[in-house]
Antibody
Framework: QITLKESGLTVVKPTQTLTLTCTFS??????????VGWIRQPPGKALEWLAL???????RYSPSLRSRLTITKDTSKNQVVLTMTNMDPVDSATYYC????????????WGQGTLVTVSS | DIQMTQSPSTLSASVGDRVTIPCRAS??????LAWYQQKPGKAPKLLMY???SLESGVPSRFSGSGSGTEFTLTISSLQPDDFATYYC?????????FGQGTKVEIK
């Protein structure tokens, strides 16, 4: 059974750096083809894909946020970390991590999400 | 970036109705499309992948079709549990992109 859970500060100030951790179970990020991605959703708005890291440490980012994002993995801890620098109120959103299966680039298991508010 | 367009943003229907939800890609994505269902306060749930493959455990009243730039999610007989927002997502190329969503509400 695959589960994922996001954690991190829920309130950050403008210009600060956001660090979110995705802790997962039920799969290994050392398995060929597996990936973990981050997606966000501002209140009442659509989903936005942010980043993905693969089992082989290949990393993909949203071009519009590339300069602000870093995604890393700790396979031994079953964790993926996303950092986003220079936070702004428009970055307030629910942030989700999700599992990319071996079979293809859809997202079949999602965490519950964590609401991040950017406010001074 | 490939733009995914979902229109209408809201669709009103009754229990038992056949519902079709369209999704259009700004360029061809072959069949590299997924559909998700999201209920308020919950994470999205995968329904379909590769445009027409049903995810395990998803009721068979859901089906997907299309290729290239035009896609459709169909609910053959709308059930009370199906009132939700539906998103399409392309994974043909990076950055992966989602549609703006279609909310299916009670008529």
């Amino acid at each position: 059974q695959i589960t994922l859970k996001e954690s991190g500060l829920t309130v950050v100030k403008p210009t600060q750096t956001l660090t979110l951790t995705c802790t997962f179970s039920g799969f290994s990020l050392s398995t060929n083809g597996v990936g973990v991605g981050w997606i966000r959703q501002p209140p009442g708005k659509a989903l936005e894909w942010l980043a993905l890291i693969y089992w082989n440490d290949d990393k993909r980012y949203s071009p519009s946020l590339r300069s602000r994002l870093t995604i890393t993995k700790d396979t031994s801890k079953n964790q993926v970390v996303l950092t986003m620098t220079n936070m702004d109120p428009v970055d307030s959103a629910t942030y989700y991590c999700a599992h990319r299966p071996v079979a293809g680039s859809w997202l079949d298991f999602w965490g519950q999400g964590t609401l991040v508010t950017v406010s001074s | 970036d490939i733009q995914m367009t979902q229109s209408p943003s809201t669709l009103s229907a009754s229990v038992g109705d056949r519902v079709t939800i369209p999704c259009r890609a700004s360029q061809s994505i072959s069949s590299w499309l997924a559909w998700y269902q999201q209920k308020p306060g919950k994470a999205p749930k995968l329904l379909m992948y590769k445009a027409s493959s049903l995810e395990s455990g998803v009721p068979s009243r859901f089906s997907g079709s299309g290729s290239g730039t035009e896609f459709t999610l169909t609910i053959s007989s709308l059930q009370p549990d199906d009132f939700a927002t539906y998103y399409c997502q392309q994974y043909n190329s990076y950055p992966w992109t989602f549609g703006q969503g279609t909310k299916v509400e009670i008529k």
